[in-house]
């Protein structure tokens, strides 16, 4: 195991500094800090955990979740994660304040600042991908303020980690599904969220590589854009099917399935329609056990919510780096007969 000592040499530092460093003990020129940390990680150091317990009740550590708005059922089970790791560190003396933000970039953005004005030392964040929340995450960094993503991801900024789903690879998944499913010429309109959002794009990105290099017969006929919100999705996946009689086929890349659905089965579309979702919700599980959706691809949310407070309180208190900085939950198809 490396030593502080074997860190030292090799950055060309004194012990004192790599202490410094790893401990968050006082300011050291940036260049240094970030050559530490390399060497640290690469060496793969592990600190004496003998003090967590008592250096965590010493710093009453508190970190900072801001997520997507409380309108978004899947959220509600990443805050199910939350909140049980949450009553673990509760024992540590570290808490958790958690922010549900519904209303776009600049309420995102609104709700970061005002975590960092009540003196959190860590962030959890589901990020728009915007220059503007990649700008606030390296002004964190800046300040030592860890930050992990969680559900979706922002590469561009200098955050510690991510925990979630590997998108593209989910978006092929549901291409490969979708050819297995069905038949014939098969004519599909798109239903997501935001561009704003990368895993809405990345799904979308994912399903057109697999079945433009693979499946020539699953043909994408339009994609709209309902903003997570069911009724949006209930009046553009109606004007969609009206004005494209010719799909067939629906896949969903975020919220909003329960008023697409809903639209479907308004027009009597539900017996010629293959409907593809992502995530186990009640409303979509409604919908997959009444024989409207066929199949569902869930991603972990439990682990979303819980895994970066994990990574986020062992740095803040030990200076343990993570393990990886990718950290990719499983790819779990759901259908009618495994609806537990």
């Known amino acids: 195991m490396a030593t502080i000592r074997e860190i030292a040499e090799l950055a060309g530092v004194s012990r004192g500094t790599v202490d410094r460093v790893l401990n968050k003990r006082g300011a050291v020129n940036p260049q240094t800090e970030e050559r530490i940390w390399e060497i640290a990680k690469a060496l793969q150091y592990k600190p004496n955990k003998a003090g967590i317990f008592l250096a965590a009740q010493k710093k009453k550590l508190v970190l900072g979740v801001v997520l997507f708005g409380s309108g978004n059922p899947f959220f509600d089970l990443v805050e199910m994660g939350i909140m049980k790791k949450t009553k673990e560190l509760a024992e540590y003396n570290c808490s958790v304040v958690v922010k549900r933000v519904a209303d776009g970039i600049e309420a995102q953005l609104q709700a970061i600042r005002e975590l960092l004005d009540e003196g959190i030392h860590g962030l959890a964040l589901s990020p728009y991908n915007d220059e503007r929340i990649a700008r606030v995450i390296n002004e964190c960094h800046q300040q030592n303020i860890p930050v992990v993503t969680l559900n979706t991801d922002i590469p561009s900024a200098r955050r510690m980690a991510y925990v979630g789903s590997n998108y593209f690879h989910s ?10 499913i069905t038949h014939g010429e098969v004519n599909i309109g798109i239903v997501t969220g935001s561009p704003n959002v990368l895993c809405h794009t990345e799904r979308i990105a994912g399903f057109t590589a697999c079945i433009t290099a693979h499946y020539p017969q699953l043909k994408i006929i339009q994609t709209i854009e309902n903003n997570d919100d069911d009724i949006i999705s209930y009046d553009l996946t109606t004007r969609l099917l009206t ?4 799909i067939n086929a629906l896949f969903f890349t975020a919220g909003g399935v329960y008023g697409g659905c809903r639209a479907v089965t308004t027009l009597g579309r539900e017996a010629d329609m293959t409907i593809l979702t992502f995530d186990d919700i009640p409303t979509t ?6 024989n409207i959706i066929s199949a569902t691809i869930c991603q972990q949310p439990v682990i979303q ?6 990574i986020l309180f062992a740095y803040l208190t030990t200076g343990e780096l993570p393990h990886k900085e990718i950290n990719y939950t499983q790819v779990d198809i759901r259908i009618k007969e495994n609806m537990y």
């Open 171 to 180: 978006g092929e998944t549901a291409g490969g599904l979708m050819h297995l």
């Open 243 to 246: 004005e494209h009689p010719e």
């Open 285 to 290: 599980r409604e919908y997959i056990l009444n």
């Open 305 to 310: 919510g819980s895994k970066p407070l994990d």
